[in-house]
Structure formats: C-alpha cells, structure tokens
C-alpha cells in the first residue's frame, strides 16, 4: 500500500489533481485506467481510492469505467490523533482542515469552477455548430420562396398581387419570429449553464458537507458531527451559506485510521452508474474489469454462457464496439454453425 504524505488539491502546472472510490480489489484496474485513458501522472492509491494528476476535461473524466465516483482534491493527509487527547483538542484539529490552508480550499474551488465553465462553452460551441447550418438553410428556402412568389406574383393582377405579397410578408415574419424565439432559448439554456458553473464568488457559493468516519475517530465523533463542525468552520472561513437541498458545491471528507481525505464531487450522478444498463446485475466496475481481463482484440467473438443479465457483455460491447458478444442461444448458434461447418 502506498504511502500517505500530505497533499493538496492546488492546480499543478501538469494539471489538476483527482481521486476516484473504487471497489476492494479494483485499485491494480483504475491505476492502470487511469494512466492510459486521461495519461495521468503522479498517481498513488491507499485503500479503496486512487489519486492521480491529469489535464483532462470532463468529457474523459466521464469515461472512466472501473471507477465508483470521482472528485476533485482538496487535501489528503495523515490521519488525525484522536488516541490520547480530549475532544475538544479532535475539534480543533477538524477544523484546521479548513483553517490552517484555505489557499488550498479556494485553488481548489477555482479549478472545479474552471472544469464546469469549460465544459459549458465545449457544449456552446457543439450546439452552435449543429444548429447554423439547419438554420442558415431554412433561411435560404424562405428567402427563395419569397423571391418566387414575387415573380409569380408580378404576372397576376393587382389585387391578386398584393393579397399574395402580405400573405408572404406574414409567413416570412412567423418564421423569423421563431427562429429569434429558438435563439433566445438556447442563449438562455447556455446562460444558466454558465451561471450554474460560476461559483467563484465566495460569498454567493452554497454548500453542504458529505462525511465518513471510521476507527478510533467514529468513537469521539458521528459524521453528522463531523458534517457540522466542518460546515461552521467553511462558513466563518470563506462565508459561504449552507443549503443542504440544492447546493452549489458539496464537500466530501472521509477520516479514518489510515488517512483524512477531502474532496468535491465532480459529478453528481456516480460514474459506476451506467445509462445503458437498464437492471441491476453484476456491479457494472467488475464487469468491466473482468471483460479487460479478456484482452478483446477488435472484430474477437466474447462468448458469455453464463452470462446471467448480460452485465460483462454490456461492457464488453460499450468498450470494444467492434466484437462480436454472444450469450446462450447466440452461442448454440454459433457453435450449430462452425460445427455444421466443420463436419460438411
């Protein structure tokens, strides 16, 4: 097991520095993920959590597979000396977390606010160069209709003419309406994002705080506890509002006997949770493990007979979308046909 020095969340010029939760076991899977998919430096594990430094945006941050959840740094140090001191003395060393290196709580909040803004514009960008085209289009089959109109238009007789110009005028003016009315929407989709990712502003920031404790430190004090002396000492600190329902930041601090992690959750949803599994199996993190342990080359057949919900072979094919993945009768098929094969 690696060793824990004291560590901060602080944007290096390499990059900004990351832990993942991951299953028992699953650490040897999400170091070597790490450094392959995000070429991440610096990167240690104790128990359960794995650290490492990279520059990716979150669009790879999100397709991280053998990870539970991801945050970003803010301190990891030794744990705190809770065997032979009063409990007044434990207080003061939680709340030194906060107070004894806020530089490192405010790098740490400007690089979280850095990675929601970037991602906001990529999304801006995106948007804005699907919809022109379709837009600038449209427009032109308006503009073209409109001319063709005017020419028929001049061949009909003067009342004809000018009923058929106002009915264009009409329909070219609805139409324009509802291009501005789809532009404001989306400008103001893209404001709210923006706004959402902008908490730099100390004192407008809400928060609340998520805790673990465990060994000699669960004795003295609960998480709850915990929660609140660290939710005190950030408001006192940087002046920041608690809202436990709908926060801008949540703060995550885990403490045991082993180690003090703080960190902020990058995103909400955990990234073991998977859009495309639909029923719960085998957790999706070991079925990814296991289906890398394979070493699919592309266009292999993965063969699954006991595949169960199908847990290995929804990985298998998400990653590696050039096999080919057979369960139970696909298998039999399979097998039907290269033996038919063989024996003809």
Same mark, same amino acid.
Not at 30 to 52: D, H, W
């Given at each position: 097991?690696?060793?824990?020095?004291?560590?901060?969340?602080?944007?290096?010029?390499?990059?900004?520095?990351?832990?993942?939760?991951?299953?028992?076991?699953?650490?040897?899977?999400?170091?070597?993920?790490?450094?392959?998919?995000?070429?991440?430096?610096?990167?240690?594990?104790?128990?359960?959590?794995?650290?490492?430094?990279?520059?990716?945006?979150?669009?790879?941050?999100?397709?991280?597979?053998?990870?539970?959840?991801?945050?970003?740094?803010?301190?990891?140090?030794?744990?705190?000396?809770?065997?032979?001191?009063?409990?007044?003395?434990?207080?003061?060393?939680?709340?030194?977390?906060?107070?004894?290196?806020?530089?490192?709580?405010?790098?740490?909040?400007?690089?979280?606010?850095? !990675?929601?803004?970037?991602?906001? *514009?990529?999304?801006?960008?995106?948007?804005?160069?699907?919809?022109?085209?379709?837009?600038?289009?449209?427009?032109?089959?308006?503009?073209?209709? *409109?001319?063709?109109?005017?020419?028929?238009?001049?061949?009909?007789?003067?009342?004809?003419?000018?009923?058929?110009?106002?009915?264009?005028?009409?329909?070219?003016?609805?139409?324009?309406?509802?291009?501005?009315?789809?532009?404001?929407?989306?400008?103001?989709?893209?404001?709210?994002?923006?706004?959402?990712?902008?908490?730099?502003?100390?004192?407008?920031?809400?928060?609340?705080?998520?805790?673990?404790?465990?060994?000699?430190?669960?004795?003295?004090?609960?998480?709850?506890?915990?929660?609140?002396?660290?939710?005190?000492?950030?408001?006192?600190?940087?002046?920041? *509002?608690?809202?436990?329902?709908?926060?801008?930041?949540?703060?995550?601090?885990?403490?045991?006997?082993?180690?003090?992690?703080?960190?902020?959750?990058?995103?909400?949803?955990?990234?073991?949770?998977?859009?495309?599994?639909?029923?719960?199996?085998?957790?999706?993190?070991?079925?990814?493990?296991?289906?890398?342990?394979?070493?699919?080359?592309?266009?292999?057949?993965?063969?699954?007979?006991?595949?169960?919900?199908?847990?290995?072979?929804?990985?298998?094919?998400?990653?590696?979308?050039?096999?080919?993945?057979?369960?139970?009768?696909?298998? !039999?098929?399979?097998?039907?046909?290269?033996?038919?094969?063989?024996?003809?």
């Amino acid at each position: 097991m690696a060793a824990v020095p004291t560590d901060s969340g602080s944007l290096p010029a390499a990059g900004a520095r990351f832990f993942c939760t991951a299953g028992r076991g699953l650490e040897p899977f999400l170091m070597r993920e790490v450094r392959a998919r995000l070429a991440a430096t610096q990167v240690e594990y104790i128990s359960g959590k794995v650290f490492f430094t990279t520059c990716s945006d979150l669009n790879m941050l999100k397709k991280l597979k053998s990870a539970e959840r991801l945050f970003l740094l803010i301190k990891k140090q030794f744990p705190l000396n809770v065997s032979s001191v009063s409990k007044g003395k434990i207080l003061s060393e939680i709340q030194r977390l906060i107070n004894d290196d806020p530089e490192s709580w405010l790098n740490a909040i400007s690089t979280w606010k850095n !990675l929601l803004e970037l991602d906001a *514009k990529k999304d801006k960008l995106f948007q804005r160069a699907a919809n022109p085209p379709k837009r600038k289009v449209e427009e032109n089959d308006i503009i073209s209709a *409109k001319k063709l109109k005017t020419e028929q238009s001049q061949e009909l007789q003067e009342s004809g003419e000018c009923l058929l110009e106002k009915q264009t005028e009409e329909e070219t003016q609805e139409q324009g309406d509802f291009f501005t009315e789809r532009e404001k929407s989306q400008e103001a989709f893209q404001n709210d994002v923006v706004k959402a990712a902008d908490a730099k502003n100390q004192k407008d920031l809400t928060f609340r705080v998520s805790c673990r404790c465990s060994g000699a430190i669960a004795k003295t004090f609960t998480a709850q506890e915990v929660g609140r002396i660290t939710g005190i000492a950030l408001m006192k600190q940087f002046g920041w *509002k608690a809202d436990l329902r709908n926060p801008n930041l949540e703060i995550f601090i885990h403490l045991n006997d082993i180690y003090s992690v703080v960190g902020i959750p990058v995103f909400r949803i955990p990234l073991a949770s998977r859009a495309y599994i639909k029923t719960a199996g085998l957790r999706s993190t070991i079925a990814w493990a296991l289906a890398s342990l394979a070493e699919i080359q592309a266009g292999a057949f993965v063969l699954d007979p006991m595949c169960g919900l199908g847990t290995i072979l929804l990985e298998a094919a998400k990653e590696w979308p050039t096999c080919h993945c057979l369960q139970r009768v696909s298998i !039999l098929l399979f097998l039907t046909f290269h033996l038919g094969k063989s024996l003809s």
